[in-house]
């Protein structure tokens, strides 16, 4: 950055346009290079990855929406890197192009809600596929959940493309509704399937060591920190996905850094939460094929009456 400053400021614009390009381009060399050099192995397993979570047509496992799930995390970052690619394929790096609002690659860009939607659309398909695979309703409502931030995404955009009068008097209240729902459905989903914590039966019974780990037994107060801290990141994530309110930039930058460790809490638990159904089916599936007392009786061969 301090570089390409360097050179717009000496009147350099086209090596100065030229570095985010450069950029780009050895990110995905690296990142698609068939030699066995920076991790082929976990750079292969991550575009296979991706590439399931694109096209969902096998079952869904979980580093399928595992990954799918940060993705979602990550959509203003997709949005900001199709942003940055499109002014570089229109030649407005480094030109006064970059600062106009109402360019081709600006906020009126119906491209910006595409991006921002497709990782919840790459989600939602993979729930559909899961309800085909296991027949769970749950994956219908999952399903739901990651369709509430369609109308989050799109009523924002529709502030650049009509009148004033109809984004306040219509839209405004219609985004900010979506918005509500789109925030508490998600808060409601993470406590009560991804966390495995119920709202109505378990949300203060923390001493459980079935459900929670013992890193963190007996310490309450991070379970109601999770819980707040969850629900009010939840709500102002809702200011990431709505274009009409990224112009303050410092303030989405720390709404984004709020977001990473939200995330980090939930991948934390969402893991702890796995182990522990894993560790149980395990449990499970032992204790079946162990034979009872009983029969071990009946079958010894050095038993005699």
Same mark, same amino acid.
């Given at each position: ?10 009147? =350099? ?23 066995? #050099? ?15 979570? !694109? ?14 799930? !940060? ?8 949005? @900001?890197? =199709? ?12 030109? #006064?192009?970059?600062? =106009? ?6 906020? /009126? ?38 369709? +509430? ?11 650049? /493309? ?18 509500? #729902? ?7 989903? @993470?406590?009560?399937?991804?966390? @495995? ?15 929670? +780990? ?32 990224? /112009? ?23 893991? =702890? ?28 061969? @050095? /038993? +005699?009456?």
């Amino acid at each position: 950055m301090t570089a390409y400053l360097y050179l717009y400021s000496h009147g =350099e614009v086209s090596l100065a346009a030229f570095q985010p390009v450069l950029l780009y381009a050895i990110l995905l060399m690296i990142l698609f290079s068939p030699f066995d #050099i920076f991790y082929i192995s976990s750079r292969f397993y991550f575009l296979r990855t991706v590439w399931r979570i !694109i096209l969902p047509l096998q079952a869904i496992t979980f580093p399928d929406f595992f990954l799918a799930d !940060i993705f979602t995390s990550m959509s203003k970052v997709f949005s @900001d890197l =199709e942003r940055s690619v499109c002014r570089m394929v229109n030649r407005q790096v480094g030109t #006064i192009a970059w600062f =106009e609002a109402d360019s081709i690659c600006g906020s /009126h860009s119906i491209a910006i809600p595409l991006v921002l939607v497709f990782p919840y659309l790459c989600r939602f398909f993979q729930c559909l596929r899961q309800y085909k695979d296991t027949k769970e309703k749950t994956c219908l409502l999952n399903a739901l959940k990651y369709s +509430t931030a369609v109308p989050v995404i799109f009523l924002s955009a529709l502030k650049y /493309h009509v009148f004033p009068e109809q984004w306040i008097n219509f839209y405004r209240p219609l985004w900010l509704i979506s918005s509500v #729902i789109n925030s508490l459905y998600s808060f409601y989903w @993470d406590i009560k399937r991804d966390w @495995d914590l119920s709202i109505l039966t378990r949300i203060f019974m923390f001493k459980n060591p079935s459900i929670w +780990t013992n890193l963190l037994y007996g310490q309450n107060w991070v379970f109601y920190w999770v819980l707040g801290s969850n629900l009010v990141l939840r709500c102002t994530w809702t200011y990431k996905l709505s274009a009409h309110l990224r /112009h303050n930039y410092l303030t989405v930058f720390t709404i984004a850094a709020l977001e990473i460790l939200r995330r980090w809490q939930w991948v934390f638990f969402r893991v =702890e939460n796995e182990w522990n159904k894993m560790t149980a089916m395990q449990n499970l599936e032992m204790s079946s094929n162990m034979p009872s007392e009983g029969d071990r009786l009946l079958d010894s061969s @050095d /038993h +005699t009456v």
